[in-house]
């Protein structure tokens, strides 16, 4: 038989039947999620599904109303899916790598239009960016998760893992900043001569700095936030 034949290609590209984990890799831009309860993901994430499963938004006040005011302020710019039941969900978002995280009672902070899931049993609150949303369109806000359990972020392209270190500070470009050590806090700057350089805009001038000790994750590719869904480009 033909390497080229319907046959071959269904065996090289179909799912992993042993596959048992809660969260799995199925390729490395589609995530399955072997549900036997609820899941967080991103709305319009779902690509397929077998079995019972479940969707529906997220309640305008299903985290409080804190966070409802939040989201308010951020203009929903992740809004979330809750899917329940019983089955194997396919996630993906625009074609972007996927990355899981197991939680061993770590946080993490990611930015809100890189987070693809989490499982319903990890905290999370959105951290509002009110240094930098008059600098950038449609500003910038990020999710810090915490506790036990996987999350799953998206990243155009290959990541790569910056380490902070005292005296070290790291600095990135926003648009290209994936997720951190959550107990960090970066700093936001413009840098005027930075800007000339480059012969950019002036919103290309805005810089991260992260200082401390603990991670930086960015990918090779800058993201561009719209005003109102967070949408990129």
Known sequence: MGKYTINEFIKKTQQDERE??????????????????????KTGS???????????RERMLEHGVGMMFKKAFTGEGTSLMKATGNGRLYLADQGKKITIFDLDNESITVNGNDLLAFESGIEWDIKLMRKVAGMMS?????VTLRGKGK???????????????????VITDPNATVAWSG????EFRTDISFRTFLGRGSGESIQMEFS???????????????TGNGSSS
């Open 20 to 41: 048992s984990e809660y969260f799995e890799l199925e390729t490395p831009r589609i995530l399955e999620v072997n549900l036997t309860d609820l899941v967080w993901a």
């Open 212 to 226: 401390g000790e603990g991670f930086v994750i960015i990918q090779p590719f800058e993201e561009v936030y719209m």
């Open 183 to 186: 107990h960090l806090e970066p």
């Open 46 to 56: 779902m690509v397929s599904y077998t079995g019972n499963i479940k969707f529906e």
């Open 138 to 142: 449609g500003g910038l806000f990020n």
């Open 151 to 169: 999350v799953a972020i998206t990243t155009h392209f290959e990541p790569l893992t910056l380490l902070v270190q005292p005296g070290a500070p």
